[in-house]
């Protein structure tokens, strides 16, 4: 096929996906890695566009980062047939060097030397994604004030073995759990950052963990919970690391668990989402099938107890025009943690876009789902019509080997959406006088405030940014009790349409009270990949609201003013307490999480645009 009907799936070189089956050749093939390179992923590199990095940003990346992407990424396909020398010889011909040996044989060093007191959940503490149920991503109690963040400086630094960052840290019981991209997931000690344990799943882990006191009976006291790159859902004994149970959420070979769960009354909500389409581009993929769910699992044992599917079953349409058959409706993924609402016993999910033409009511929308039964109660989209896969995606510049790939052709509908879909979790607060709000952010760069007793009803909507397919908003605002800010990232657009930065919205009208552009790139690594947009997810505490973006800074603002009050630039060399050599880099997807006077962040997450690196950082005040 010409080289570039195989490109699309280059275009996201560092997202994870399902492992392939590798055939055996000489190992002299790791010699040709030039060639190997130009004939399966040259052209699309050559040509890059919008999200394709180009060669020399895959020269930045880690051996060990472009094998994974070949073993273990959306690059499978392009891997189809490849040994694993070849795809060694792929990462030694970009990077200079052979990727290491696997992380699974090697053990941390810094084992800690005293035993962990058992696991208490405290309000102290930072569990899961959005600090507590409602996703807020709000800590009132964080044991920081506002005026003592200047104060901040890092206490101490872990690295990431053979990996990049990931997800986002869990801090529990004097814990910090982190999941990674090789898919070991670490318990440390938040004081020091030595090692309690660590379990390697099978594939890359993303989803941030979630922990439980488990019922009376149960085989453990308290169990960690998490999410791979191929829909398997983990629970693992928090105070040991050992396996309690695992369940395959979805079959689908696409699926994936990128939100992290949530816990209430002994059940485990679980989002699944899927990269299916980033695997449409290749045009000769029977597109699309996966459609997106949520599951409530027993705690103890991980019994499904209903799923929850959030459209049809898809159904043969037609044929492509690459031969191939075509199903539909498809798509809606929810990639962010769900929100429970005790009060009316619901939970609220933000979903994805459609692949397909077919009728998709619940893609690109707030769905309310019943506790107890996972009924779909009510469902407000916002954008209909939004159908998008990666085979829409157009280059520049249309190279001679292989035709530019439009709107309608092989897996691209013939209506093609903006690709707005949600990648952050609906907020749930309460506004003076008892008035409850959900807080949608988009990745069209539009903040909802929705009605939660009226079935959604649109309260307010702001616009705070242009808008792109990586946001927009992209992973999610946080909101205190009187505001919601909003980080806007705006990565793909014209600079004249741009506008990154930070804004503060009035949680009950939706009104600006202030808005800070972000300052312009400066990336210690150089000017590859140097974006200044604010696509990590904001967290905030009484007085500041922290925000990370592209080019390694995270800063701390002024809730009332907006003011700078901090800026730290994690995209530097850390001396790490388990001795591998650690660089910071992009801030993206999970933000800044606080637990009993300290902050923990992951540096480094770079996966489609900005730097990789391998830093989980721990910061306190006067690094004390």
């Known amino acids: 096929m010409p080289p570039l009907q195989r490109c699309g799936l280059c275009t996201l070189v560092l997202i994870a996906a399902a492992s392939t089956a590798l055939a055996a ?4 093939d790791i010699a040709r890695g030039d060639q190997t390179f130009a004939e399966r992923c040259s052209s699309c590199h050559d040509y890059a566009t919008g999200q394709t990095p180009t060669t020399d940003a895959l020269r930045t990346r880690t051996p060990e980062q472009i094998l994974f992407a070949l073993r273990s990424g959306v690059m499978r396909p392009q891997a189809l047939g490849l040994s694993v020398y070849q795809m060694q010889g792929v990462a030694a011909y970009l990077t200079g060097r052979e990727p290491g040996e696997s992380v699974a044989d090697v053990p941390e060093p810094n084992a800690c030397k005293k035993a962990a007191p058992p696991i208490r959940l405290r309000s102290t503490d930072w569990n899961g994604w959005g600090y507590d149920g409602t996703n807020a991503r709000f800590h009132p109690t964080p044991g920081l004030t506002a005026a003592q963040v200047p104060r901040l400086k890092v206490k101490w630094a872990f690295g990431y073995r053979g990996s990049y960052v990931y997800g986002q840290p869990t801090v529990v019981a004097g814990r910090v759990f982190a999941t990674s991209s090789t898919g070991r997931v670490y318990a440390l000690d938040a004081a020091t950052g030595c090692t309690r344990w660590t379990y390697d799943a099978q594939t890359a882990a993303r989803s941030a963990v979630s922990v439980a006191v488990l019922p009376r009976g149960s085989r453990a006291r308290a169990a960690a919970f998490f999410g791979d790159d191929h829909g398997s859902v983990y629970a693992v004994d928090a105070d040991n690391g050992k396996l309690l149970w695992k369940i395959q959420a979805d ?17 485990l909500y679980v989002p699944v989402s899927s990269l299916e389409e980033v695997a449409a581009a290749e045009r000769k993929y029977e597109c699309c099938t996966f459609v997106g769910k949520v599951l409530a699992l027993d705690v103890r044992t991980g019994a499904v107890k209903w799923t929850a599917a959030l459209l049809a079953d898809p159904k043969p349409i037609r044929k492509s025009d690459a031969g191939t058959q075509l199903f539909g409706p498809a798509g809606v993924s929810v990639w962010s943690s769900p929100t429970i609402d005790v009060q009316r016993k619901l939970l609220y999910v933000a979903t994805g876009n459609s692949y397909t033409d077919q009728p998709a009511p619940t893609a690109d929308a707030i769905v309310a789902l019943d506790l107890a039964t996972g009924h779909i109660v009510w469902v407000r989209q916002v954008t209909p019509g939004d159908n998008f896969t990666m085979s829409c995606a157009r280059p520049r510049v249309c190279p001679p080997s292989g035709p530019c790939n439009l709107a309608g052709s092989a897996n691209c509908p013939a209506e093609v959406g903006p690709d707005f879909d949600f990648g ?16 949608a952010s988009q990745k069209s760069g539009e903040v909802y405030g929705l009605d939660p007793e009226r079935q959604g009803e649109v309260l307010w909507k ?32 014209p600079p004249q349409q741009a506008s990154p930065g930070l804004t503060a919205l009035d949680l009950a009208t939706g009104r600006t009270l202030w808005q800070v552009p972000a300052p312009a790139p400066h990336c210690s690594w150089g000017a590859v990949g140097c974006l200044n947009g604010f696509i990590q997810a ?6 500041a609201v922290f925000s990370g973006s592209f080019d ?25 307490v388990n001795g591998v050599p650690t660089e910071g880099g992009s801030l993206d997807m999970g933000g800044a999480v606080f637990a009993n006077g300290m ?13 990789p690196g391998n830093a989980l950082l721990a910061f306190s005040i006067d690094g004390r």
């Open 25 to 28: 050749i000489d190992p002299d």
């Open 251 to 267: 079959n689908h070979p696409a699926a994936r668990i990128t939100g992290a769960a949530k816990l209430y009354r002994d059940v």
């Open 424 to 439: 952050a979790s609906v907020i749930l607060r309460t506004l003076p006088g008892g008035r409850r709000i959900l807080v």
């Open 462 to 493: 702001s616009r705070v940014g242009g808008g792109s397919p990586l946001g927009g908003i992209e992973w999610g605002s946080a909101a205190d009790e009187h505001a919601v800010y909003a980080p806007i990232s705006d990565a793909l657009l």
């Open 538 to 543: 904001t967290s905030v505490i009484p007085g």
């Open 552 to 576: 390694g800074h995270l800063r701390a603002f002024d809730t009332a003013s907006g003011h700078l009050v901090w800026d730290f630039d994690t995209a530097q060399g850390f001396t790490a």
């Open 599 to 611: 902050l923990f962040v992951n540096s480094g997450y770079g996966r489609l645009v900005g730097r």
